[in-house]
């Protein structure tokens, strides 16, 4: 696939690694955010994990200015999006907001770019309704971290073309990530597992079964997982975990979705994990 004129809304934790690997790849990335100066953060962090990579001796000095130079922060999204043959939106998980992102894309983007959603567990089937061409609309759920884990889930809504379906793969692959192909459900695949195993550490937890470090290093040394559970949702912020779990829970009615107690009186606490210094570990700047 030849060089893309790719835009990330977002410039948060999941939008700038987007952006990342996708300059990786030798495509334009316009990085956009409500304020220039949170688009340019976005770029910020992407020099720092660039930086750590030439550090490592993964990638070179020149790969990494090269990156850089092809991503672009901006703060207008019809700018962003009217060059855009591919859209990925990377904003929070509400649905309002992803749907009227999307009209906007709709609006502004070419008649022929793809608009993808990063969304962990929305239907895509719902953020397809009101648009004038759905079959453009698809789910690209990437994991956290963006630069590092491989999986990429490839959500097909109802209305999804498959020619959207097919470029979009491509896509995926051509940046180095390995895609599996979901239909849309609550929760795709894997927030519907991996959600239902935070929430289940969760409740270890608060029944005193063990400490958090244990939990998560059953989870690590016997099913060999790369990072335990509580430590994951630390990672991946327990304000949008409990988004996702509601979310899950009011649409399947399953019990096992509902939110624990410790969650939400975390949220409620402002120890949202890593990004607010405390969820079920203590972080510090150097962790």
Known sequence: MSAQNVAVIG??????????????????VALVDA??????????????????????????????????????????????AAPATLV????????????????ALEAAASPTAILASNTSSLSISDLQKGLEHPDRVL???????????????????????????????????????????????PGFATSRLGVLLGLEAMRMLEEGVASAEDIDKAMELGYRHPMGPLRLTDLVGLDVRLDIAEYLYEKTGGRRFRP????????????????????????????
């Open 35 to 80: 304020t220039i100066e949170l688009a340019a953060r976005g770029v910020d962090q992407i020099r720092e994990n660039l930086d750590g990579a030439v550090a490592r001796a993964r990638i070179t000095a020149d790969q990494r200015e090269a990156a850089l130079a092809r991503v672009h922060p901006l703060a207008d999204l019809a700018q962003a």
């Open 260 to 287: 624990p107690r410790i969650l939400r009186s975390k949220v409620a606490e402002g120890k949202l994990g890593k990004k607010s210094g405390e969820g079920f570990y203590r972080w510090t700047d150097g962790e």
């Open 11 to 28: 410039a948060g934790t999941m939008g700038h690694g987007i952006a990342q690997v996708a300059a990786m790849a030798g495509h334009t």
């Open 139 to 185: 789910g690209l759920h990437f994991f956290n971290p963006v630069h590092i884990n491989r999986l990429v889930e490839v959500v097909r809504g109802r209305k999804t073309s498959d020619a959207t379906l097919a470029a979009a793969l491509e896509f995926v692959r051509e940046i180095g990530k390995e895609p599996i192909v979901v239909n849309d459900s």
């Open 88 to 103: 990925v939106e990377a904003v929070p998980e509400k649905m309002g907001l992803k749907r009227s992102i999307l009209r």
